[in-house]
């Protein structure tokens, strides 16, 4: 069994990657065209599919995970957050179904937040047989796709063989599994997906767990011989950190010449009855109380040690911090992982390369339908009509995608934290946030059936990458 990770191969492409899917013949999942699979089209075609892909930044890239493959071993394909995906040996056939056994490059690409999913293109909506569309709330979308290394030539998935996707989710509950089938244009269920919990963020936080932190060691300070030394009788049953040096001598480490025992002899004449340590927020520095009947004095003050005891100290102190880096560093690195690791994942096998994806629909009865109006500010002429907005809801797992041909049928619950984002020429944005939602909740209600300017914010900064879309994105869904 070979093992790729997939982040050392991740390329940035000088385009959105157009992918290109297909399968035998026999396979009904099968797009038979030559055109790459994520060409820019416009999505209200006169013929053809019902809906096509059409990414809406022509800037802004998708990060694609890319990587080669021998197909005649076992491999297990991991995505970097929880994400892994399992090949069988001999899985592949070329066109006319015969083994493929040259290298295989096979490219995967996920799309989970609502930057990805705009940014795809990919319709999120399923249209019905009367032609009503319904929205689709994803728990996790994919691309696969696998080509030969040497000459490019699409590879298929053997008849006999599927792969196992082990899709990673934060999402909770079962959600049907959808096939993207390209020739209709429309999302075909396939199946159901249940979650389990991503193993490897559990098995992460256990070891966080099962792990006691060491307490950080203190350095120990040199006896500064040009001071006096506090020689007093102290407890320190509370201070193991202190209790395994030997020799140690307190000495003031303030700067407030009024508490420096230089100028305070008569606490060494006093009789105290207590001596009393105190942690301080500075490291290696406490507050030493001493007190008699009424009588108190307090100053910050500090461990010290003669040269040989100090030596002996730095010691075993050198050998504390190398121990103590060691945990921390191993504490980073588990946290780190599991923040990059999803919740749950998600089984599927499939049998034909292309776009999955595990979405539920949804209805809303506190939804209004509206003949919607958009006001994008200052455009160039005939421009209006080419924009497409995007209505984004339900924590971001919810892009739907509406253009001037359907404004008309513009459907949106505003009691819900949703928000609106535009793309306008040159890659311009402009947005209609869930506070101007909140903020017009009753009008947009009232004009049920009826027409609603909403007017558009513009973005000042134009977006270059995903994760500007996303800051944008969460922008606007916060109120």
């Known amino acids: 069994m070979y093992a790729f990770n997939l982040r050392p191969c991740l390329f940035f492409l000088a385009g959105l990657l157009v992918f290109q899917s297909c399968s035998p013949v026999s396979e009904s999942e099968t797009n038979t065209s030559n055109t790459p699979a994520l060409t ?21 890239q998708l990060p694609v995970h890319n990587f080669e493959i021998d197909p005649a071993q076992p491999h297990r394909l991991e995505a970097g957050n929880g994400t892994t995906i399992e090949i069988e040996p001999n899985s592949f056939v070329d066109i006319n179904g015969a083994p493929v056994t040259e290298p295989v490059r096979i490219q995967y690409r996920e799309f989970q937040s609502a930057a990805e999913l ?15 569309k319904m929205p689709m709330e994803t728990a996790g ?4 796709e696998g080509t030969t290394v040497a000459g490019g030539e699409r590879v298929f998935i053997a008849e006999n063989r599927d792969l196992t996707v082990n899709l990673a989710s934060d999402a909770e509950g079962e959600y049907p599994f959808w096939f993207f089938d390209r020739e209709k244009g429309n999302w075909k269920e396939i199946g159901t997906t249940t979650p389990a919990p991503n193993p490897v963020r559990e098995a992460a936080r256990q070891t966080m767990a099962a792990t006691p932190k060491p307490k950080a060691p203190l350095k120990p300070a040199l006896l500064d011989k040009s001071k006096p030394v506090l020689d007093f009788d102290v407890n320190y049953d509370n201070y193991p950190e202190l209790r395994q040096l030997k020799g140690i001598m307190w000495q003031y480490s303030g ?9 305070n002899k008569w606490i060494f004449r006093e009789p105290w009855d207590f001596v009393k340590l105190e942690p301080t927020d500075k490291p290696n520095e406490y507050k030493m109380v001493l007190t008699h009947g009424d009588k108190n004095f ?6 010290t040690l003669k040269d040989k005891d100090y030596k002996a100290a730095i010691e075993d102190f050198n050998r504390q911090a190398k ?22 994942i998600r089984t599927v096998k499939i049998g034909n390369f292309g776009i999955h994806n595990c979405d539920i629909l949804y209805g809303n009865k506190k939804a209004v339908r509206l003949m919607a109006n958009f ?24 892009v739907v995608k509406y253009t001037s041909a359907t404004w008309g049928n513009f459907i949106v619950d505003p009691t819900s934290k949703s928000a609106l984002m535009a793309v306008l020429p040159n890659n311009k944005v402009a947005v209609f946030t869930a506070r101007d939602f909140m903020n017009q909740r009753e009008a947009i ?23 500007d879309i996303q800051n944008i994105i969460n922008a606007g869904l916060s109120i």
């Open 141 to 144: 979308m994919f691309e696969l």
């Open 40 to 60: 820019e089209t416009s999505d209200t075609p006169t013929t053809g599919p019902l809906q096509e892909i059409a990414p809406p930044f022509q800037n802004i």
């Open 118 to 132: 705009l940014l795809s293109g990919i319709p999120m909506e399923v249209v019905g047989a009367n032609g009503e």
């Open 323 to 344: 121990a103590y880096r060691e945990y921390v560093e191993n504490k980073t690195a588990q946290k780190d992982l599991v923040k990059a690791q999803m919740k749950f």
């Open 298 to 303: 307090i100053i910050p003050v500090c461990p």
């Open 255 to 263: 700067t407030d010449a009024r508490l420096d025992p230089v100028n």
């Open 375 to 398: 006001d994008f500010g200052p455009l160039p002429v005939g421009a209006r009509n080419m924009i497409p907005v995007y209505l984004i809801s339900r924590e971001g797992r919810s």
């Open 445 to 467: 209600q009232a004009a049920n059936n009826d027409v609603y300017d909403f007017k558009m914010q513009l973005i000042e900064s134009d977006p270059s990458s995903p994760e």
